[in-house]
């Protein structure tokens, strides 16, 4: 199955709240769009993984993504190494992705910053032909690398290499972020505080798509960082 882009992510939701807008977008161009995430968010403080996963399935569904799949990774204490990428190679090599959206290079919890160093090699290696993987056909699978690489930008305020409009997407990415019930702002939830789950934290989501929207002249925007020099051809499509 092969799609346009392929957002892996650490824990169900990051995809939602870091990059929803920009599927949308993505997917009204007529892209296809799939998310793989490493775990299944069993450390967080609210909820329980059987709801995470129901939740990140009916996300899915207000998105549009043409396919959603868990690795079962460890929450928490995943790594980047052999297994992990051997892991995760064939995922890459299955969805044959043009583009790949990942985790923050750094921010607040260690998790996402270790998913971003995992999913990049993974995607290089998964580029070298003599790394043999087998496809869920039992054939063997050609390599495939990613044209690009990018990371969204999550909790930690970073500078963005580029910023997409999603002012026309706002209202339905906030609505695939509250599919996760279990996790944000719930004023008759009887379950403990966590960060993601007061009311201010829905403002200063806000408020960031605000920033970043601001900053190419938008209502809200998203940003992502990428670790290569981007080029273009025509200086008339930049806006």
């Known amino acids: 199955m092969k799609v346009d882009v392929l957002c892996i992510t650490a824990h169900p939701d990051d995809t939602e709240m870091s990059a929803g807008g920009t599927i949308l ?68 090599r299955h969805f044959q992705p043009e583009i790949v959206l990942t985790n923050t290079l750094e921010d607040r919890h260690p998790d996402h ?42 909790d930690w305020s970073l500078k963005p290499t580029f910023v997409v409009d999603i002012s026309t997407y706002w209202d339905q990415k ?27 934290f829905w403002e200063f989501l806000e408020a960031r798509a605000e920033e970043y929207g601001h900053m190419i002249g938008a209502k809200y925007g998203e940003g992502f960082v990428s670790r290569r020099m981007l080029g273009v051809k025509d200086i008339f499509q930049l806006f």
């Open 174 to 200: 906030r609505a695939s972020v509250a599919a996760y019930k279990s996790q944000f702002y719930d004023p008759n939830s009887g379950e403990p505080e966590s960060y993601i789950s007061s009311k201010a």
């Open 113 to 154: 910053g270790r998913a971003a160093e995992l999913v990049y090699d993974a995607c290089f290696y998964s580029g070298l032909r003599q790394i043999k993987t087998t496809g869920r056909d039992g054939q063997p699978q050609p390599e495939w690398r990613p044209k690009y690489v990018y990371n969204m930008i999550q």
């Open 25 to 92: 977008s993505l997917i009204e161009q007529g892209k296809t769009v799939a998310a793989v995430d490493l775990t299944r968010g069993e450390l967080g403080t609210r909820g329980t993984p059987e709801i995470r996963l129901q939740e990140a399935a009916a996300a899915s569904e207000i998105l549009g993504l043409a396919a959603r799949e868990n690795m079962g990774f460890r929450d928490g204490f995943f790594r980047n190494d052999e297994a992990h990428q051997m892991a995760l190679i064939p995922v890459i």
